[in-house]
């Protein structure tokens, strides 16, 4: 049988160069995708004034025994207080029987004198009082809610009222003595 004059039987360069083709196509097609698909992920990405929230640095200097500062980090206040030997042996005398969520002292510091929480009643998310020398601190030296009277302790444990949960300890470090990171 004759072949017809139109088609000829593949040599090896023209199958080399097929290939070729295939893989140069294939390669500026997934490049071509891959550049458009790149800015709906990067807008993904959270926002410089968002991860410009993300942590917030303090300086603790200034700040004595017995005193407490509220900060701001992600739109939320934090309370750091520098809590007196006294304090701090209160918060650790506690049995943790009596307490309604309870946890140790030493898990809610990583050192015994700066106490960080995030300072938003577990119950309905009020501001408790306390932080300032002329507001109730409740029946236990600490904090004080007065929507519903939830009473917290010198390391922010619920003592008492229809709190749940201890005031929460944000994630946070201590980049030298005097400067603590939160975020």
């Not at 004059?5 to 995708?33: H, W």
């Not at 200034?62 to 939320?76: D, F, L, N, R, Y």
């Not at 009082?129 to 109730?136: A, D, N, V």
Request: with cysteine; glycine share 8%; charged share 25%.
């Amino acid at each position: 049988m004759a072949e017809s004059p139109t088609t000829s039987p593949d040599t090896p360069d023209d199958e080399d160069r097929r290939d070729f083709l295939v893989i140069a196509t294939s390669t500026v097609g997934a490049l071509g995708a891959g550049m458009a698909v790149w800015p709906l992920i990067d807008q993904m990405n959270p926002a410089a004034d968002t991860l410009a929230l993300s942590t917030t640095e303090v300086d603790l200097s200034p700040i004595e025994a017995g005193q407490s500062i509220t900060v701001v980090w992600q739109g939320k206040p934090v309370f750091i207080r520098r809590r007196t030997a006294a304090e701090i042996k209160a918060a650790r005398s506690v049995n943790l029987a009596d307490l309604l969520d309870p946890e140790e002292d030493k898990a809610r510091v990583k050192k015994p004198e700066w106490l960080v929480m995030v300072g938003v009643c577990t119950h309905l998310g009020c501001i408790p009082k306390g932080q300032k020398g002329t507001e109730p601190k409740g029946e236990f030296g600490g904090w004080f809610c007065p929507c519903h009277g939830s009473h917290y302790d010198t390391s922010g444990r619920i003592r008492k009222g229809p709190a749940p949960k201890n005031l929460p300890v944000p994630p946070y470090t201590f980049t030298n003595d005097k400067t603590v990171k939160i975020g």
